[in-house]
């Protein structure tokens, strides 16, 4: 076990951890932070998206061990017009991945405006114009969502953006 102390939604947390724990766990099973959701547990559904430092992981491929002096976000701190445009659009349906579709659609606003191209920019000169639906579903294509709710989670990033 190791003394650790993380920096969650503004506050500094102090908790004992194996060293393999991940950061997920760390935030579901020791701190009750049940907001952010446990899909696959291996990096493939994004339904455990928080951010860290703004830029947003998988907390289930982190160790929280190494997150030590970060900040982290997640859906419980988070306070942004992206929550009520997904209501709006109907973003969601059984709501299990909203949690991380939205802060991955946080990191995601953050990543374009600062310019950063994806896989479907066809103009890297213009990588920091408007958001195309194509764009969108390109930059979120790391969020799954089984309920298939993605033409409103498109809508409700594109009000926003
Ligand atoms: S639970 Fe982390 S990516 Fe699926
Ligand atoms: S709303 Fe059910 S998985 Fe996305």
New binding site residues.
Partial sequence: MAEITLRINGSAETLDVQPQVSL?DALREHLGLTGT?????????????VLADGERI????ALAMQYEGREITTIEGLDHPLQEAFVRADGLQCGYCTS?QICSAVGMLAEHKEGAPSAATEDLEAAEEELSDEEIRERMS?NLCRCGAYNGIVSAIKEVA
């Fill in positions: 997920l959701k446990k899909g696959c547990d291996q990096g493939a559904c994004g339904a455990c998206t998988n907390s289930c491929l991380g790391g």
